[in-house]
């Protein structure tokens, strides 16, 4: 199905939720946070919340910064 | 005496805080942290390259140092806000560093928006230290906005020019209660030690460590600066003058009788 991660058009298989998707890219927990549909998605829920096509899921982690 | 800053419910021995941004490598962080015996470094938020994640840059800094995001890419009050509770949600607690700028040229921030964000985020337990333009009645309403500390800049982001601001934020220092952190322009060690020498209760740097020649050098040079400014502070220097005082006693002179 085609959703967006960080607005930009992804492929991601059908009913993969947010854990698998990030283990897929070897993107651990702890240091990301994840927006879905502009709302913040503890990482507790990440397991179970599947995608849907057209989702626009935001990944967001610390980078270096004054 | 015990002279640990107080913020946010921690006591820090250190008072020069690091920024991680600019540096060539992220392997330079760690060390530039041990030299500067930094206890606080600021980070940013930014979305992930899906397809090209990288390094992170959070496997660089050490445990036991507090970690404050800050909200750069900020210009208006809601988006500080979005960044900060997004920010909370990367588990590195909540301290946050506002910064709301919409200027892109000198990067000044607006403390209007500014004293906004505050005005939410402090009901939402944040620590905040708000960066903000040296401004008395601005650092009033963020005080009572509920910010932790006020960190008015010396001289604008990345330009190394030392404290063009002094006047101003020496007003901050004698009217504000809460801590005066300059945070923004510090280009050497000696506009460090100026700072805290006027009785500024900390420094942030960034630029002037990650683009010195020797980044772990100059973290040592500031951390040496800024308790050698601290200490001078709490001495209580001497009056200055212009008119010379002699050090040496006026009287008991030995003096040679020269005979033609």
Known sequence: ?66 | MDDRLEIGGSRLESRLFIGTGKFPDYRLIPEVIKASRTQVVTVALRRVDFDNPGENMMDYVPQGVITMPNTSGARSADEAIRIARIARETGCGNWVKIEVISDQKYLLPDNFETIKAIETLAREGFVILPYMSPDLMAARRMVEAGAAAIMPLGAPIGTNRGLKTKELVQILIAEIDLPVIVDAGIGRPSEAAEAMEMGAAAVLVNTAIATAEDPVLMAEAFAQAVEAGRKAYLAGPGATRHIAEASSPLTGFLSVDVKP
């Open chain 1, 1 to 66: 199905m085609q959703i967006k991660v960080n607005t930009k058009a992804t492929e991601a298989p059908d009913g993969v939720s947010i854990q698998q998707l990030l283990q897929s890219k070897n993107l651990q927990g702890g240091s990301i946070a994840v927006a879905l549909n502009g709302a913040i998605v503890h990482a507790d829920k990440w397991a179970t919340t599947t995608l849907k096509p057209g989702d626009n899921l935001e990944l967001i982690r610390h980078v270096g910064g004054g």
